[in-house]
């Protein structure tokens, strides 16, 4: 119900309340621990954002939500991604 006040009143002084961004990266992390390290410093610089990885997934799949999901916030994942070696690109849709 708060949710959904918050919501309301947001409307009022914008169009529409933003929903949830979900960007899906294909990465070349095969170490369950340094995707553990990797989840920790996005984390870390973005407290807001949810971030899973699937290694089973034949692409390496990073998963990152975000209330904000602009472009230039998935560039910063990636920058930090590619900070610890790691390959990574925004997996086609």
């Keep these: 119900m708060q949710k959904m006040l918050a919501c309301s009143v947001r409307q009022l002084f914008v169009d529409s309340c933003p929903l949830p961004s979900v960007e899906v ?3 070349n ?3 369950p621990l340094l995707a553990n390290t990797i989840i920790r ?8 954002l949810k971030a899973t990885f699937d290694l089973d997934d034949c692409d390496r ?19 930090i991604v590619r900070g610890f070696g790691v390959q990574i690109e925004v997996l086609p849709e």
């Design 25 to 27: 990266f294909q990465t």
């Design 29 to 31: 992390v095969s170490s």
């Design 41 to 48: 410093a996005l984390h870390t610089r973005f407290i807001s």
């Design 61 to 79: 799949v990073l998963r990152v939500q975000s209330p904000y999901g602009e472009p230039a916030l998935w560039e910063q994942v990636a920058a």
